[in-house]
């Protein structure tokens, strides 16, 4: 066990848990920030995607001690009021079933239109590919990264 | 107008009480103080009110006006938290926007059938929640009559407000429902026409959407109590072993872990519920304070098994030729494919006969016979099993997500020696259920574990774990045979279906009840891998074969393929063979004829390949036209377009996505999926290397379309499923030239490119 200082979601944190702990349970069960889910833990199926420093990164497969200085965002930390471009345009195209896997799903796609605000299909397809959803709302998604997509560039 | 007797005594009025007062879950914060606005993104505050009053135990008001709700059925993704509530709310007559949703424990004094199975939960309740509804409104307005002193049939009300217009008075049901709670109950309702729906019938957003947009903690997986401790499992690594002994002096050295123990889940001697299936009975457990420290001690245990001894005893495998013997042993997915190919069929059994198939066959000019094949396969929910147990005292607080949680309290009950009433079961919002949480073992190993260790624990499976559990679905096969005469009628219809474990026969649907002379038959072969109900159980592979069946039949007849579907349909409809027939041919015949002019079918597709289906299950009828195109071997799906007859429509949106989900699932499964065996072990463990469809692979564009009839509203979790799988493998065949009879489909389409090449 050893001591580690995260910054999460914009707040430093410090954490005491073996420095292999994957960032996905650090958050789960030591900082009980739980909308960062657990689907396979081999960076297969893309439940567990965050942010570091804006970029999607699957949680499952980042050990708490390789995080030092770098940021690190959540679902819970991608707006204050659950208003961004992305969360509101899944909500216009009331995209969850389960709902499960969409925490995910919502970060790949902000993660992607931080760097191309603009995405063609094929694009989105690509970025998103990484991200399973088991109830198959794959058009929903691709309808609202578009979405949020014009509402970015209006 | 319908009358209907409200079936509620005034007792389970009175019980409910405790439960809607103190219905709150543990850890979780369920009652929302803000609730997404209809318009996305933008929070309306609902103010909270001061004091809540019990009308019936399916809803309570506030003194403001606020209605809560209980959905009581378990919420996997199929959307009945939002639509089973629309119900209720529709003959209160309130305002949508003043409603919230919780989910209801388990209580079977109130709620009957709380199951999410079978794509039965809005068919059933249909009648119950809308008379919820309307007793409670009734009891309002007598309320209010008896304030006013004015004629019942005086007065009318909307979105919440009633209104005597004699005396020009008004009052919100949140200020009559401290007097309506004490209303005696009617004994009859009076409910709506369905052209008087206010609610039902138009789109509302899912009530726990913007909690997951957010990221909030809604399900099982996501239960934290101070005071809880991690359990996982270790199970043996193949199917017919058993535990024999452990090294745990390592594990139990690990920071962390609290304990390493073996639990018997089902012992021997337990009555078992039919949801009561696992494979593992016997299993090693570690208990931890995180999850990261009890998934490393696991992988430090050292655990011997061995072979189970029924598995080395010498069983007939064929009846009909006892000098055939050998042992199950560790089972092959070869050896299923074998077996099924050559054995299973010799043990048919015949399950409905019409007229003379053998003759019909015998005097056949031509005879066509094909046959399908699909493998085992996981559920695979995103959200592996898991589920929190706090056994303490003689009584036992479980929460987590399961389909059947009155089986499992049930189970629960048997297995520690529980009284039901000290059992207390709340479902979480499921991350996927597909059949795999009807079967509660995960919940009972909870309840086991946490009453070893005395204390709260939350039991949570690995992916590995999830998907080398069993409970799947298992491979199946199907030989169709059709007779024609020499002007090419069709004068037989001969389907012999079996599988491992369980066959995928429906004897009585279509083409039952099209053809004269019409024959069933139908095995199994034993195996030790358990298998469980999966999206449209048996369903989700005979639809697809006999869809592609039929697809080849039309060809060889000369014949379109929807329009040889209408002739049969006609033909049972006007002049059925047999009487258990169990599908309604004009319904069918009219998914068809939507499909046909809603896709275009009469002018030339620009896709290399289109392909249609339909099929009748859950007591709806799906048509679906595909169209395709393939590029390096990989379909191209551009477009599937949908029809469906589920009757009345509760929450459109919502169920245009259930049947765009359902649609893309059956795609998937159909070309990616198989879970297979060797030696007993599942050579799928995880994504890597368990193939789910995926964003690419999604279909470009899905058109959904719904049959507006009036009928009382059936299923939609699962219809969608099951016939696109035809409609793929007849588009494949347009775009290929092949037919192809085994799934997964890729692996076939690129092996018959490779022999194209060669």
Sequence with gaps: MAQFDVNINGKNLSVDVDPDTPLLWVLRDHLKLVGTKYGCGIAQCGACTVHLNGNAVRSCQLPVSSIKENKITTIEGLSEEGDHPVQKAWLEHDVPQCGYCQAGQIMSAASLLNSNPSPSDAEIENAMNGNICRCGTYTRIKAAIKTASNSQIA | ?758
């Design chain 2, 1 to 758: 107008m319908s009358k209907v007797k409200t079936g509620m005594g005034r007792r389970s009025f009175i019980k409910n009480v405790s439960l809607a007062g103190g219905g709150l879950l543990i850890g979780f914060n369920w009652l929302a103080c803000k609730r997404a606005a209809e318009e996305s993104g933008k929070e309306m505050a609902l103010e909270m009110p001061e004091e809540w009053f019990e009308i019936n135990g399916y809803l309570k008001i506030g003194d403001n006006g606020v209605v809560t709700i209980y959905s009581p059925n378990p919420e996997i993704g199929q959307n009945v938290k939002t639509a089973m509530p629309m119900l209720v709310a529709e003959e209160l007559d309130v305002d949508w926007s003043n409603v919230i949703v919780e989910q209801a424990p388990l209580n079977t004094d109130i709620f009957s059938r709380q199951i999410a199975g079978g794509s039965q939960s809005i068919r059933q309740s249909w009648e119950p929640l809308r008379m919820a509804g309307a007793t409670a409104r009734q009891m309002l307005l007598i309320a209010a009559a008896k304030e006013w002193d004015v004629p019942l049939s005086e007065l009318t009300v909307e979105n919440g407000i009633i209104t005597h217009s004699g005396s020009d008075r008004s009052i919100g049901y949140g200020e009559i429902a401290k007097f309506a709670a004490k209303v005696e109950v009617p004994e009859e309702v009076v409910l709506k026409e369905n052209n008087n729906f206010k609610i039902i019938g138009t789109s509302r957003k899912n009530v726990d959407a913007k909690k997951i947009v957010t990221g909030q903690p809604l399900f099982g997986l996501d239960v934290n109590r101070d005071d809880m401790l991690i359990a996982m499992i270790v199970q043996p690594p193949a199917f017919g072993l058993r535990f024999k002994s452990m090294d745990a002096d390592d594990a139990r050295k690990m920071p962390g872990i609290k304990d390493v123990f073996t639990i018997d889940t089902y012992p021997d001697d337990m009555e078992k519920e039919w949801s009561d299936v696992a494979a593992f009975s016997k299993l090693v457990v570690v208990v931890g304070e995180s999850t990261w420290q009890v998934m490393k001690a696991k992988k430090a245990l050292k655990v011997e098994w061995d072979l189970k001894p029924e598995l080395t005893e010498e069983i007939v495998i064929l009846e009909k030729s006892p000098a055939l013997r050998d042992t199950l042993g560790l089972e092959n997915s070869e050896t299923h494919e074998s077996l099924m190919a050559n054995i299973g069929p010799e043990e048919s059994q015949m399950v409905r006969k019409d007229g003379d198939p053998e003759a019909a066959f015998k005097n056949a000019a031509r005879v066509i016979e094909r046959s399908y094949s699909c493998p085992f396969l996981a559920h695979n929910c995103m959200e592996p099993m898991n589920f929190f147990a706090n056994v303490t005292n003689g009584k036992a607080e479980l929460l987590g997500p399961i389909q059947t949680p009155e089986f499992a309290e049930k189970s629960v009950s048997k297995r520690l020696g529980l009284d039901l009433e000290n059992i207390d079961i709340q479902m979480t919002r499921m991350g996927g259920g597909f059949g795999r949480r009807l079967y509660g073992n995960f919940l009972v190993e909870a309840a086991v574990i946490s009453d070893k260790i005395g204390a709260p624990v939350k039991l949570v499976y690995t992916r590995e774990d999830d998907m080398t559990n069993g409970v799947y679905r298992p491979a199946y096969q199907v030989t169709y045979r059709a007779a024609l005469d020499g002007n090419n009628n069709l004068t037989a219809f001969h389907v012999n279906a079996g599988g491992v474990g369980e066959s995928p026969l429906f004897a009585n649907r279509f083409p039952a009840g099209a053809v004269d002379n019409y024959l069933a038959e139908s095995w199994t072969i034993d195996s030790h891998i358990s298998i469980g109900a999966f999206r449209a159980p048996r369903s989700n592979f005979i639809a697809g074969a006999e869809q592609s069946f039929l697809d080849e039949l039309a060809e060889e007849m000369g014949k379109d393929p929807i329009q040889f579907r209408l002739d049969m349909l006609e033909r049972a409809g006007t002049d059925p063979v047999g009487e258990n027939n169990d599908y309604d041919p004009a319904r069918y015949a009219g998914v068809l004829e939507v499909v046909r002019d809603k896709s275009g079918w009469n002018t030339a597709s620009t896709a290399s390949g289109r392909g249609v289906a339909a099929y009748y299950c859950h007591n709806s009828y799906v048509a679906q036209v595909l169209e395709m195109d393939l590029e390096d071997n990989q379909p191209v799906i551009d477009k599937v377009t949908c029809v469906v007859d589920c009757g009345i429509v509760v929450n459109p949106d919502a169920a245009i996505n259930m049947v765009e989900g359902g649609t893309i699932d059956g795609i998937g499964h159909a070309l990616y999926s198989e879970l297979t065996f060797k030696d007993g072990v599942s050579q799928q463990s995880n994504f890597d290397s368990y193939r789910l469809i995926r964003h690419r692979e999604a279909p470009k564009k899905i058109d959904v379309h719904f049959i507006e009839n009036g009928m009382d509203p059936t299923g939609l979790g699962e219809p969608p499923f099951p016939p696109v799988q035809g409609a793929l493998a007849n588009a494949l065949y347009r775009a290929t030239g092949k037919r192809i009879y085994k799934q997964p489909f890729l692996p076939e389409i690129k092996a018959e490119s490779r022999e194209i090449k060669t």
